[in-house]
């Protein structure tokens, strides 16, 4: 009787220490930017490939990264060039093409996957280096022609947007409505982050959509990701 109970009390203790090695081991694979970096030092061998479009990788990106389109035909065939047994590094601006090539990748053997949580994005928010292509004139708007955007009677939505982003090719249509039905009290204002990559990271954009209600140039409202017009319409309606 006592070696049986003895028995049935390892089992559950040896469940619990199979469960805390496992936990223990688990390797984190979604690093933010400062932890990205360090990762990067740590095994300085591994590739760090920039999954955004080569215009995007023009304008700034990770040293010694090389660009793989997501988007591109020969993304599958040039991927695959790349050792699946060992570590390697992906990112894009926001975080959406890369979750999309990591799984991708996984699906396709490789073994050690890390990703860049917000990409571009909050690697810039975390005022993190990047390497600019020389050819690349440092454009996009100021901050302070921004701030002069927001000298205006009417509350001021920004909108900051991407061409390859889907939620934002879903609210385009009814923020063109809106722009006409509320532009008595409403100016509507988009930004391409892809082309002002620095004023969105001074205003610490790191997703996108990102909308940025502003009355008489103050913040009153910000939001990140997709929403519903009518949900939009409500918050701005808020604002006295």
Known sequence: MKNTLLTLVSIPLLLLSSCSIG?????????????????????????????????EFQGGHIQNAVNVNWNGSD???????????????????????????VAKMKADGFKEVYELTGGMMAWRSAKMPETKDASVAKAGMTMAQFNALLESDKIV???????????????????????????????????????????AAQLKVEGLPTLLL???????????????????????????
């Open 75 to 101: 993304f599958a065939t040039r991927i695959a060039t790349f050792d699946k047994s060992q570590p390697i590094f992906v990112y894009c601006l926001s975080g959406g093409r890369s979750a999309s090539a």
């Open 214 to 240: 502003y009355q008489n140039g103050k913040l009153v409202w910000n939001h990140l990701g997709y929403i519903e017009k009518v949900d939009l319409v409500k918050q701005i309606e808020a604002v006295k």
């Open 157 to 199: 939505l920004i909108d900051f947007y991407a061409t390859w982003c889907g939620p934002c090719k879903r609210m385009k249509p009814f923020l063109d409505e809106m722009a006409v039905e509320m532009k008595n009290r409403l100016e509507i204002i988009r930004i391409d982050t892809d082309l002002n990559p620095e004023l």
């Open 23 to 55: 936990q223990e081991g688990t390797t984190k694979t979604n690093l933010p930017a400062v932890a990205f970096a360090e990762k990067i030092q740590e095994i300085p061998a591994a590739p760090i490939v920039d999954v955004r479009t080569p215009e």
